[in-house]
């Protein structure tokens, strides 16, 4: 209830200072509403740090809990700051114009489409009525469309549009679900598809291959029941077996494709949207996921994709087609060509060869992003990817850190900045391996420390001094501060668990440079903030020829029997291989380096089960071997710990059995790698007196590893942490990076 109205001497007045995400999620509206139901005077504008409320009235006290407790569902308010001011008198309340200033707030994240807005999609009397674009201060794009901030349209790719007399009216209507909702725009006024959605639906259901522009770049879609269809795009694309992920009408649809748990069910229908991983009922066209028993799936998460299955379902009146399957599922894959970025702007030029339509649209795309994959862990959402939905919602530290910058490694690159207690993760950027990608990654870096205001002191940046992050770095000018690839990894997880004491790190990675300039990536660290010491690490196995072992796990494998004495075996085992009897000669003369990386020890298993020889796209060969386990099972014998290291060969040996099945091969390699390590990580943790573990690396990304690992662990009195922010591979590199960074500064301040 309102309370009644006071006089002049009961008022008292206040300076209100809101931080977080509260800009672009209808924050002022929302505090409008708030000063007229308290009937207080004042006005509410964004600016350079958030947004900034004059306030007057005798409900203060009331007024300031609100912020919080009824803040809207996109608002992340992370500070409330109250400063007496002396009363002017005041009655009215506005909502003022943005001031300009040096850059402390951030924009939020886009949104998948509310219901309030898919209401009124479908709603035949609404002037949004089958609209592809309507939004809210409650849906729709954000990050994507904003140029900088503060965040107002004129400073959005809206800029362009000028709202007809009835957008005019929503926006400036306080009590309109649209007051000041930046992106607002309807038939008369906003953005227009190229393409009629019946016609993009029936050149689906012929099985051609429609480009269409989402949020955050190109989506390539076909009809992912149809074989060919799927086929087609992986020829067109260059994409020999790298699974596809697909779209589902909405949650009713979910059953027909997959299974999924409660947890799995929140995570597809959270506001972010990203791709989940779930188990494939293997109903779709096999070329979707070759050799896999997962498969990724998303629900629709823009306007224009819920025309496209309505208009499958047979364009029905109402909303009440949703809670039916519909028969259509789509391949939804980035649009781009193999190892370039998602396709943004001069689709017709970039797509031509792949698609046999191109849907585009007037509204430009300003940032780049595609969609995030995620799967569920321990009960809880684990990031693979991280971007649209999730960018740019910074990871809080526990403690402020100077500015610094980090470019991360090679694949999967990703930066972050650093401005006080946050740290900025930029999207997911790609492997830097081609010109395009390297474009796309000078740009996130001039674009996110433009957005954030703020010059850094310090770049963080790999060991490998070939990397191109690194050379990029070096080319800046500024200080620099090389972070060692596995540090990094807990590092990230520390930085997002708030954890400023030493922990344990048990890295499962692919390849990283070593403090020693050796090849690591199976790795037991002692981690203290800035610093770290390599206390143990797997066994190492020869690298026989350096990258291409990476690319062909056979050569792991023959690297395994050759560790076994077997090196005689290698050439009639690996006859399909030219290289075979000369790999199996250098082997025998020890012509190799070595490794510890836990990547190379899952190549060597599949390739010496049969399970993949040859690799088209990073983490096959591992994933084809998981998706072999049906139960894992473990064999005590099977492993040795000596010294500092995890020794392996008796499973190795056990896998190099003549004629194993592959599958038996799989569950035991699984369940017996993941009691190893809990054996080496436990006796570790007890002669260090440490008791928190953090697992990071590539290889974490392995459900069935993990599952088996983590109760282990804390059976042995353990508590392990994973990345939950950020995902545990090079995608969240930089977080640590940073990190670490900020703690050297720190450290050189105060002279430690």
Excluded at 155 to 173: H, V
Excluded at 199 to 212: K, N, Q, Y
Excluded at 337 to 343: A, E, F, M, Q, Y
Aim: with cysteine; glycine share 8%; hydrophobic share 45%.
């Amino acid at each position: 209830m309102a309370p009644s109205p006071t006089s002049a001497s009961s008022a008292s007045r206040a300076r209100v200072r809101v931080r977080g995400a509260v800009q672009g999620v209808g924050f002022r509206p929302f505090v409008y509403r708030l000063a007229s139901r308290y009937q207080l005077g004042g006005y509410v504008a964004n600016d350079a740090e958030g947004v900034l409320i004059e306030v007057e009235g005798a409900a203060l006290t009331e007024f300031v809990a609100a912020l919080r407790d009824e803040a809207p569902p996109l608002a992340r308010v992370e500070a409330v700051e109250t400063e007496p001011l002396r009363p002017l008198g005041e009655r009215g309340f506005e909502i003022a114009s943005s001031r300009a200033g040096r850059q402390a707030t951030r924009i939020g994240a886009d949104a998948a489409t509310c219901e309030a807005c898919l209401d009124e999609l479908f709603d035949p009397e609404s002037r949004f009525h089958l609209y592809p674009f309507v939004n809210c201060t409650h849906c729709g794009p954000r990050y994507t469309l904003t140029r900088q901030l503060p965040y107002d349209r004129a400073n959005t790719a809206m800029a362009g549009f000028a709202m007809c007399a009835a957008c005019q009216r929503d926006y400036q209507g306080p009590h309109d679900r649209r007051f000041h909702a930046e992106p607002i725009a309807c038939p008369e006024c906003g953005p227009q598809l190229s393409h009629d959605i019946p016609e993009i639906v029936a050149r689906l259901r012929r099985g051609e291959i429609v480009a269409l522009k989402s949020l955050g770049g190109f989506h390539l879609l076909c009809d992912a029941r149809q074989q060919n269809a799927v086929a087609e795009l992986r020829r067109r694309k260059g994409r020999d077996a790298k699974p596809f992920a697909v779209m589902i009408a909405s949650e009713a649809s979910l059953d027909t494709v997959a299974e999924a748990s409660a947890a799995e069910r929140a995570l597809l229908r959270s506001v972010e949207r990203p791709i989940v991983l779930l188990n494939s009922r293997g109903t779709l066209a096999p070329a979707i996921a070759p050799s896999l028993d997962r498969i990724g799936v998303m629900l629709p998460y823009t306007p224009l994709h819920h025309l496209l299955f309505h208009a499958a379902a047979g364009a029905p009146h109402g909303r009440a087609w949703q809670q039916a399957p519909v028969d259509l599922v789509l391949v939804a894959t980035s649009a781009n060509l193999g190892g370039d970025p998602i396709v943004t702007s001069e689709a017709e030029r970039q797509l031509a060869g792949i698609a046999d339509v191109i849907v585009d649209h007037d509204r430009p795309i300003v940032v780049r992003a595609d969609d995030s994959v995620a799967m569920v862990l321990d009960e809880q959402p684990y990031l693979l990817r991280r971007s649209r939905g999730y960018v740019p919602r910074p990871v809080q530290l526990p403690h402020e850190l100077p500015p610094v910058l980090a470019v991360g490694g090679l694949l999967k690159a990703t930066v972050t900045a650093t401005r006080g207690r946050e740290a900025f993760v930029s999207q997911h950027i790609g492997d830097l391996g081609s010109a395009a990608t390297l474009r796309f990654f000078e740009e996130m870096v001039a674009h996110l420390l433009a957005m954030l205001d703020t010059q850094p002191v310090l770049i963080a940046h790999d060991l490998h001094a070939d990397f191109a992050s690194t050379r990029f770095a070096e080319s800046l000018g500024l200080p620099l501060l090389g972070v060692q690839h596995h540090h990094a990894h807990v590092a990230a997880i520390a930085a997002e668990h708030g954890v400023t004491t030493p922990l344990l790190g048990l890295v499962l990675d692919g390849h990283g440079v070593g403090s020693d300039g050796g090849n690591w990536g199976g790795e037991l660290l002692r981690v203290d903030g800035a610093r770290f010491q390599r206390i143990g690490h797997l066994q190492p196995l020869p690298l026989p020829g350096g990258d291409v072992a990476a690319r062909e796990p056979w050569r792991m494998a023959a690297a395994a029997l050759a560790v076994l004495q077997r090196a005689d075996e290698i050439g009639q085992r690996f006859a399909d291989q030219k290289a075979a009897p000369l790999l199996a000669q250098l082997l025998a003369r020890g012509t190799f380096p070595s490794t510890s990386s836990a990547g190379r020890l899952f190549d060597a298993a599949a390739g010496l089960l049969k399970v993949c020889a040859v690799q088209h796209y990073e983490g096959q060969a591992a994933m084809e071997l998981e998706a072999l386990v049906n139960r894992p099972r473990f064999d005590s014998a099977l492993w040795r710990i000596a010294g500092d290291q995890l020794d392996l060969s008796p499973l190795l040996a056990r896998l190099a059995t003549p004629g194993i099945d592959a599958r038996h091969g799989a569950e035991l390699f699984h369940g017996t790698l993941a009691a190893a390590l809990a054996d080496w990580v436990i006796q570790a943790a007890e002669r260090a007196g440490l008791s928190t573990v953090a697992l990071g690396g590539g290889c974490c990304l392995n459900r069935v590893l993990m599952t088996e690992l983590m109760p282990r662990l804390r059976a042995g009195g353990l508590t392990p942490l994973v990345a939950r922010a950020v995902p545990p591979n090079d995608g969240g590199l930089s977080l640590g990076q940073a990190w670490v960074a900020g703690l050297t500064v720190i450290e050189q301040a105060s002279g430690a």
